[in-house]
């Protein structure tokens, strides 16, 4: 099995840009699609990015995923931050027996 | 647009069994392509995948939950199911249920959860 491993919190001014990563312990991480979602305070999970690097409708532009395999990670930004992007992140991806979903990290947004 | 809904005890004794029901609205659980998954998220912690159904009745399951997990689908009441025997406190956690695209293992929707605790 491997592990997603993402910074516990990240912080950044409205307006900024900011990057969570993504690290898969083993394996590589261009091999299997890498989600992210985004989960506001006592609401379930949705998704702001699929398929590495695709927006599903209704998820502004401000939103980008990419995947680096020189490092073994995934990478989300949000740029243009706004108040209303602060919520917890999560990535998740999977192999031939499990999926996995990353730590979390949480952004501030201040 | 597909809906997804958790319904089930909100509290279970040590030892005893979990069981949820997921029913899915506004799409049938028999399209083939799409798993339908229990996650679980302890309070304050992070998303624990807990394994998925395809509408055939193929489970696959978390390796560190497998041994008492079961997941069963009810085509004709558009529902899944969730068992977890031999509950303790570490099993306390909002349940969600999801849909999986299969071709890209992408857990969208989600329901809206809900909180099971393991207490005496």
């Known amino acids: 099995n491997f592990m997603l491993t993402q910074p516990h919190s990240v912080s950044e001014s409205p307006g900024k840009t900011v990057t969570i990563s993504c690290t898969r312990s083993s394996g590589s991480i261009a091999s299997n699609y890498v989600q992210w979602y985004q989960q506001r305070p006592g609401s379930s999970p949705t998704t702001v990015i699929y398929e590495d690097n695709q927006r599903p409708s209704g998820v502004p532009d401000r939103f980008s995923g990419s995947i680096d395999s020189s490092s073994n990670s995934a990478s989300l930004t949000i740029s243009g931050l706004k108040t209303e992007d602060e919520a917890d992140y999560y990535c998740q991806s999977y192999d031939s027996s499990n999926q996995v979903f990353g730590g979390g990290t949480k952004l501030t947004v201040l | 647009q597909v809906q997804l809904q958790e319904s089930g005890p909100g509290l279970v004794k040590p030892s005893q069994t979990l069981s949820l029901t997921c029913t899915v609205s506004?799409?049938?659980?028999?399209?083939?392509?799409?798993?339908w998954s229990w996650i679980r998220q302890p309070p304050g912690k992070g998303l624990e995948w807990i394994g998925y159904i395809y509408y055939s009745g193929s489970t696959y399951y978390n390796p560190s939950l497998k041994s008492r997990v079961t997941i069963s689908v009810d085509t004709s009441k558009n529902q899944f199911s969730l068992k977890l025997s031999s509950v303790t406190a570490a099993d306390t956690a909002v349940y969600y249920c999801a849909r999986v695209v299969a071709a890209a293992n992408w857990f969208d929707p989600w329901g809206q959860g809900t909180l099971v605790t393991v207490s005496s």
């Open positions: 506004g799409g049938s659980i028999s399209s083939g392509d799409y798993y």
